[in-house]
């Protein structure tokens, strides 16, 4: 699948210490990348005294805009609380801002008013949830991946995001690697204005979830994020 061009925002944390909040602006088909002119930095700290750790947190629309996608490690009570009490109030806040998207509660009211979902507004709505996360203290539904000095824009180095296929996402540098899950966080049904969060997932994700969230750390850049989703 297509994703869908503004709409694929990466939030990255080292612990309290920096945050960065990065926006990609075009729309991807399989197999293309999008390295943000090279202006995609993330900041951390190496050496002896480093003790933090950089959390990732992807979130994107793909082009049918039905409904929001995110990185979701390790699903819990964290993410609807999130959702519940920052995202979809925010999504009321901004509704007016936004062609043709409003918010319509938790869950999602019964007969709310529907009108045609605009690609502008799918991309200004995925861009309120990451937000809510980014803003949120926690590191509730960030993956962490963690950034060596060999990591380092000086050594034209790059970490390469790449959204697979079957709810897989993968982060790569010379440092080493890590995989993750992602899944629908928020539904946009029927391409309507209707948001909605999806109850708790069948076993079987569970049990994708625990066989891909993994890491590899034999161990500023951000980029190219790429899109392998057919």
């Not at 970490?159 to 540098?173: C, R, W, Y």
């Not at 708790?200 to 625990?210: G, P, Q, V």
Request: with cysteine; glycine share 10%; proline share 4%.
């Amino acid at each position: 699948m297509n994703i869908q061009a503004d709409s694929i925002k990466v939030g990255h944390k080292y612990s309290d210490v920096y945050k960065n909040f990065l926006e990609f602006n075009k729309a991807l088909a399989p197999g293309e990348t999008d390295n943000g002119n090279g202006n995609m930095r993330v900041s951390y700290e190496t050496g002896f005294w480093a003790i933090g750790s950089d959390w990732w947190q992807i979130t994107w629309v793909f082009s049918d805009a039905k409904a929001i996608y995110q990185t979701n490690p390790k699903n819990g009570q964290c993410i609807l609380n999130i959702l519940e009490k920052a995202a979809l109030p925010a999504l009321s806040a901004a509704a007016a801002a936004i062609a043709g998207v409003a918010a319509c509660g938790f869950p999602p009211i019964a007969g709310c008013a529907a009108s045609p979902l605009a690609a502008a507004g799918a991309a200004v709505a995925a861009g309120v949830i990451a937000k809510a996360f980014f803003n949120d203290e926690s590191t509730c539904g960030f993956k962490m991946f963690m950034l060596r000095s060999e990591d380092e824009m000086s050594n034209g180095a790059w970490v390469t995001i790449t959204i697979g296929e079957g709810g897989k996402l993968s982060f790569s540098a010379p440092s080493g690697s890590a995989t993750t899950v992602y899944e629908q966080i928020a539904l946009l049904p029927d391409g309507t204005t209707r948001v909605g969060i999806p109850e708790l997932m069948a076993s079987t994700d569970t049990e994708l979830m625990a066989a891909t969230d993994t890491d590899t750390y034999h161990a500023h850049g951000v980029g190219p994020i790429g899109n392998n989703v057919m």
